[in-house]
C-alpha cells in the first residue's frame, strides 16, 4: 500500500483534483412552458471548471430515457410538442465530465418542468349579413387550440335571453332592435375565448290578410274582418281607414261595418292600414259596389292612404304581379290595386291563386309566413340592415 501511494504520488501532483459528482451538474429550473411551445434547459450552472471535456444529457420525465444530448452545449431547446396541457414532471439532467484522459464523473441534478395549457381561440363569428325578426338566422363559430387533446364547448348569449351551446346555433329574434351576442368557447381545462357583437335585427312590415266582397247592398251589412300578419311577435298594431260616410272601423282590430243607405247605391273605393310598432305598414285599396239602390254609377273616388301617388305601380294601369308588391318597405307606400275597376276582379282571384299555390308548397315545419317573407318577400324589406360582425368588437 505505501508502495503504490509513492508510484502514484506523481500523478497526483499534476492533475487538478476532480470535481465531486454532487456539485457537477446543474439544471437550472424550475421551467414552465406553453403546450407546443419552446423552453431553453440551461445547464451553465454546473461546476464544470476541472472537465476538459463536458457532456449534457436531459431526461425528461425522470423515465431514464434520454430526450435531449448528448451536447457539448450547456443549454438546449425543447418543445411541448404533443403534450396536453397542464402537465408536470421531474427533469433530469445528466453531465458528464472528462478529466484528462480517462477519468470521467457523470453528475446528476433533477428540477421541475411544468407545460401550461394554451386557451383556445375564436378565429372568427359569422352570421347572416341581415337579420330580421321572425326569421332564423344562424350563427357559427370558428377557433382553434393548439392541444389537439383537449375537447371544447361553445355557448352563447344571445341577449335576448336564450342561450344556445354549439359551434352553429340557430337564432329566431321575436322583435327588431339591438341585442349583444357573447359567444365563449372554453376548453376541458379551463382555458377560453369569447367576443362580443352587436346585432342589428330588422324589422318586418306587417301584412293584411283577408280579402273584402266587392259588392254590399242598401240596407244591409257589409262587413270586413281583416288579419295581420307580422313576424315580429308581439308586435302592437294600429289601424287606420278612409271609409264611405256611415262606415265605421275597429281601430283595434281593423274590423270594418257598414250598412249603406239608399243614396250609397254606385261604386265606392274603402282603404285600410295596418301599422307595426316600428312605423311599418301595409294597406289594401278595394272598391265597392252598393247595388239594390236606386242611384247607382257614382263613385265616391275617395282615395287611399297615401293616394295614388305612393303606389309602387301608381300610374292608373294594372300592378303585373300584384303578389309580388304586396310587400312594402317600410314607409314606400301600400298595397293597393289602381287598377280600373273591371280589372279588379280578375286581379283578386290572380291573388287568391298565387295564395293558394304558395300555401301548397309549403314543406316543414314553415308556416306560411316564414315561407312569404323566405321565398317570395324577403329581399324587399330587408334594407337598412345593419352588418353583423363588421361593427366590430364593443
Ligand atoms: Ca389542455
Ligand atoms: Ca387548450
Ligand atoms: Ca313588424
Ligand atoms: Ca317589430
Redesign the pocket.
Known amino acids: 500500500m505505501i508502495l503504490l501511494s509513492l508510484l502514484l504520488a506523481p500523478l497526483v501532483s499534476w492533475s487538478a483534483p476532480p470535481p465531486a459528482p454532487s456539485d457537477l451538474a446543474d439544471a437550472g429550473g424550475p421551467y414552465t412552458v406553453a403546450?407546443e411551445g419552446s423552453v431553453r434547459f440551461d445547464a451553465s450552472g454546473s461546476s464544470i471548471e476541472a472537465c476538459s471535456r463536458v457532456s449534457y444529457e436531459w431526461d425528461v420525465g425522470g423515465d431514464d430515457s434520454i430526450d435531449l444530448g448528448p451536447s457539448s452545449a450547456p443549454a438546449s431547446t425543447w418543445i411541448a410538442a404533443g403534450i396536453?396541457?397542464p402537465w408536470s414532471a421531474d427533469l433530469v439532467l445528466y453531465v458528464s465530465c472528462t478529466v484528462g484522459g480517462s477519468i470521467s464523473y457523470v453528475g446528476k441534478a433533477d428540477t421541475e418542468l411544468t407545460v401550461e395549457?394554451?386557451?383556445?381561440v375564436i378565429d372568427a363569428v359569422e352570421a347572416e349579413t341581415s337579420i330580421r325578426e321572425g326569421v332564423e338566422a344562424v350563427f357559427s363559430l370558428s377557433f382553434s387550440?393548439?392541444?389537439a387533446a383537449?375537447t371544447h364547448t361553445v355557448s352563447w348569449d344571445l341577449g335576448d335571453g336564450v342561450l344556445r351551446t354549439g359551434s352553429s346555433v340557430a337564432q329566431t329574434y321575436e322583435q327588431d332592435g339591438e341585442y349583444t351576442v357573447t359567444v365563449v368557447v372554453a376548453?376541458?381545462?379551463g382555458?377560453r375565448d369569447s367576443r362580443v357583437q352587436r346585432v342589428v335585427v330588422d324589422n318586418v312590415a306587417p301584412f293584411i290578410e283577408g280579402e273584402p266582397a266587392a259588392t254590399a247592398r242598401v240596407d244591409e251589412l257589409y262587413s270586413f274582418e281583416p288579419t295581420v300578419v307580422d313576424l315580429g311577435v308581439n308586435d302592437l298594431h294600429t289601424w287606420s281607414a278612409d271609409l264611405p260616410p256611415g262606415a265605421s272601423l275597429d281601430r283595434a282590430t281593423g274590423a270594418i261595418s257598414w250598412v249603406p243607405g239608399a243614396a250609397d247605391g254606385g261604386e265606392h273605393t274603402l282603404s285600410l292600414t295596418v301599422q307595426d310598432e316600428a312605423g311599418a305598414s301595409d294597406s289594401l285599396l278595394w272598391t265597392v259596389q252598393v247595388e239594390g239602390g236606386g242611384d247607382g254609377g257614382s263613385s265616391d273616388g275617395g282615395g287611399g292612404d297615401g293616394g295614388e301617388g305612393d303606389r309602387p305601380w301608381g300610374d292608373g294601369t294594372a300592378d303585373p304581379d300584384p303578389w309580388d308588391e304586396a310587400w312594402p318597405i317600410a314607409g314606400e307606400g301600400c298595397r293597393c290595386s289602381a287598377a280600373p275597376s273591371g280589372l279588379l276582379l280578375p286581379l283578386v282571384i290572380l291573388r287568391y291563386a298565387r295564395f293558394v299555390a304558395e300555401y301548397l308548397r309549403v314543406e316543414g315545419d314553415m308556416d306560411y309566413a316564414q315561407v312569404r317573407q323566405s321565398e317570395s318577400k324577403g329581399p324587399r324589406y330587408g334594407e337598412g340592415i345593419a352588418e353583423f360582425f363588421g361593427m366590430g368588437v364593443i
Request: aromatic share 0%.
Open positions: 403546450a396536453d396541457g395549457n394554451v386557451a383556445p387550440d393548439v392541444e383537449d376548453d376541458d381545462d382555458g
